[in-house]
């Protein structure tokens, strides 16, 4: 059974609408990242956690917001969409520096 | 400036042939590690294999392996015996420790290689 899942695995977002990705892991891992994809392009640190109940900023966060409510659980907040966020989402977890990630979540913002 | 670098955005190859990618990095840590990811077309990111700065040790996994030049700032992915089902886009990673201490770091990824393996 997959330890890191994300949900929704796709979603089509509108312009200035509010996106929720979510993120499980059942490693028991203390760390959590979420990263961004585009199109030919290496993966992007937008947030990571290292402990339940506090977020830090990665390289790109602007236009993000993080929440880590538990260990198990990590959710990506887009309050106002944009274009520009049009991307695949990954979101990993690691025990030190090996990361292990989820499936991905491709969204798409019209 | 990119931290790190994959010079080669696509590579071809022929059944049966190694093939070998080539990743430049920047840190300015002593203690780093480096990774070597394959991103599925299901959209998996699947880990292949890692080196430590540490290390002299030359990294084996199956059929990958790594040519670690740490004076260089340079590791290259070999794939020997090359399967159609190695066709993918291949990811080198640099982890870097942060700043909130314990055990916690970054990753900072390469642009990726496409990689064709031709029947």
């Known amino acids: 059974e997959a330890a890191v899942t994300q949900s929704p695995r796709s979603k089509v977002a509108v312009t200035g609408g509010k996106v929720t990705l979510s993120c499980h892991q059942t490693?028991?891992?203390?760390?959590m990242y979420w990263y961004r994809q585009d199109t030919g392009h290496g993966l992007r640190l937008i947030h990571y956690?290292?402990?339940?109940?506090?977020?830090e900023k990665g390289d790109i966060p602007d236009g993000y917001k993080a929440s880590r409510p538990s260990q198990e659980n990590f959710s990506l907040i887009l309050e106002l969409a944009s274009l520009s966020q049009t991307a695949v989402y990954f979101c990993?977890?690691?025990?030190?520096?090996?990361?292990?990630f989820g499936p991905g979540t491709r969204l798409t913002v019209l | 400036a990119q931290k790190v670098i994959q010079v080669w955005s696509t590579a071809s190859r022929q059944e049966g042939e190694e093939l070998t990618l080539d990743c430049s990095y920047e840190?300015?840590?002593?203690?780093?590690?480096l990774f070597w990811y394959k991103h599925l077309l299901s959209g998996e990111m699947v880990f292949l294999i890692r080196?430590?700065?540490?290390?002299?040790a030359k990294e084996r996994s199956g059929r990958y392996s790594v040519v670690f030049q740490k004076s260089l700032k340079s590791i290259s992915l070999v794939i020997s015996a090359l399967q159609p089902d190695d066709s993918g886009k291949y990811f080198c990673?640099?982890?870097?420790?942060?700043?909130?201490?314990?055990?916690?770091?970054?990753?900072?990824f390469g642009e990726g290689t496409q990689v064709t393996v031709i029947s």
């Open positions: 490693n028991n891992h203390d760390y």
């Open positions: 990673a640099l982890w870097e420790r942060g700043n909130t201490g314990g055990l916690s770091g970054k990753l900072t």
């Open positions: 840190t300015s840590q002593v203690l780093y590690h």
């Open positions: 080196q430590m700065s540490s290390s002299t």
């Open positions: 956690s290292y402990v339940a109940d506090s977020t």
């Open positions: 990993a977890s690691s025990p030190n520096y090996e990361q292990y």
